[in-house]
């Protein structure tokens, strides 16, 4: 059974970089069938869709995010990690790592997810 | 707002069915598969419909996916007090995948 889990700071301060990251088990990142992806979702909000990453590095971001958003992947812990730059209360959310099997073809597996407060 | 647009509320009452309707455009729908999420409170999102109609194992058959043109639908039958929750669609559109605001469904 494949699990993803979240991890990294509740709090973050205002300008500074948001850094998260996703480890998966019961499944490796390196098969290759997979997309690993990062969502976030503003208390009492919708889901945004931030960016893929693919085992070998490929990756897709939201335009809208693009700018400040990194995402990275290390097969060697089975991780995959986020990096989201010049945060403001409006990137307060809870962030969800999952697994889609395909570009859009569906997020089947999430982590629980963590909430990110932007506060100083 | 939502590049997919959903009803903010739906509602029935058990054994009813329900649809709840997701539009967009030729970007999105008209050109690609739409995906279905179900999100009970508290918790993640859960894979319910994907490439428009299919069901992942463990799925009930009383739910269901359409799609025509830019829109999409999804559809419960037999409604169930456990299928309260909030409803997504999603699509991808050019370069970024889209979702749609989300239907929280109210089981009167």
């Known amino acids: 059974q494949v699990q993803l889990q979240e991890s990294g700071p509740g709090l973050v301060k205002p300008s500074q970089t948001l850094s998260l990251t996703c480890t998966v088990s019961?499944?490796?990142?390196?098969?290759?069938?997979?997309?690993w992806s990062w969502i976030r979702q503003p208390p009492g909000k919708g889901l945004e869709w931030i960016g893929y990453i693919y085992y070998s590095g490929s990756t897709y971001y939201n335009p809208s995010l693009k700018s400040r958003v990194t995402i990275s992947v290390d097969t060697s812990k089975n991780q995959f990690s986020l990096k989201l730059s010049s945060v403001t209360a409006a990137d307060t959310a809870v962030y969800y790592c999952a697994r889609d099997f395909g570009v859009g073809a569906g997020f089947d597996y999430w982590g629980q997810g963590t909430l990110v407060t932007v506060s100083s | 707002q939502s590049v997919l647009t959903q009803p903010p509320s739906a509602s029935g009452t058990p054994g009813q069915r329900v649809t709840i309707s997701c539009s967009g455009s030729s970007s999105n729908i008209g050109s690609n598969t739409v995906n279905w999420y179900q999100q009970l409170p508290g918790t993640a999102p859960k894979l319910l419909i994907y490439?428009?109609?299919q069901r992942p194992s463990g799925v009930p058959d009383r739910f269901s996916g359409s799609k025509s043109g830019t829109s999409a639908s999804l559809a419960i039958s037999g409604l169930q007090s456990e299928d309260e929750a909030d409803y997504y669609c999603?699509?991808?559109?050019?370069?970024?995948?889209?979702f749609g605001g989300g239907t929280k469904l109210t089981v009167l």
């Open positions: 019961g499944g490796s990142i390196s098969s290759g069938d997979y997309y």
């Open positions: 999603a699509a991808w559109d050019d370069s970024s995948l889209v």
């Open positions: 490439s428009n109609n």
